[in-house]
């Protein structure tokens, strides 16, 4: 919880396409939000479409490819409002599907101690179908994700991923709810899409 009483949340990419919409549907279900995006102004939208809703959040500006950046980002947000109940990764630099992993490997780095403290947290990895469209790809995606839950779950972390079409965007925040949700039976480790698990 932060200091005022709502699980925080953090939404990397959180003024994207995708993150966007990811970001607004967290707020409305009692997350205090906090938006990170390479594109301030992206940020600022989410954030003050988040506000025109009635919800409290919280926008920084962080270089997804930079770790320093990432780095800075994460004591930011922990110092001024607390440990994250959740973490969702929707957004990388720019580049390889490979990149766009490493980004995600840093952020839950980043705040892989306040994730363990919580207890119970979770993190969802959002992928766009453009970039795990081949099953090579899939795969790839799918062993990292089962890499990431293999550090937290002994610390009652649930990893999960999540491959969306980026132009349905109400689909992409209903996708995105079930698995942050502490309902979810979705076992940690897993791909999925919008209407389920995905095969290897």
């Known amino acids: 919880m ?17 993150g966007h919409p990811v970001s607004c549907r967290l707020a409305q279900e009692g997350y205090f939000v906090s938006v990170w995006d390479g594109r301030f102004g992206a940020a600022l939208n989410a954030l003050s479409e988040i506000e025109r809703g009635g919800h409290d959040a919280d926008a920084i500006q962080v270089d997804l490819g930079s770790m320093n950046s990432i780095n800075r980002a994460a004591l930011l947000t922990v110092t001024e409002w607390g440990l994250p109940a959740l973490l969702v990764n929707c957004a ?14 840093a952020c839950i780095g980043a705040v892989s101690s306040g994730l363990k403290d919580m207890r ?16 090579r790809e899939q795969v790839r995606v799918q062993e990292w994700t089962e890499s990431m839950s293999a550090r937290l779950k002994p610390f009652g972390v649930r990893v999960n991923s999540l491959v969306v079409e980026s132009s349905e965007r109400d689909a992409v925040a209903n996708a995105t709810s079930v698995l942050c949700s502490k309902a979810s039976t979705a076992p940690s480790g897993g791909l999925f899409g919008m209407t389920g698990a995905l095969s290897r």
Not at 3 to 9: F, N
């Open 92 to 105: 990388g630099p720019a580049g390889s599907l490979e990149e766009q992993m490493n980004a995600a490997s």
């Open 120 to 135: 119970n947290a979770v993190v969802v990895n959002v992928f766009a179908r453009s970039e795990v469209s081949q099953a």
């Open 2 to 18: 932060n200091s005022r009483g709502s699980p925080l949340a953090i939404v990397t990419g959180g003024g994207s396409d995708i």
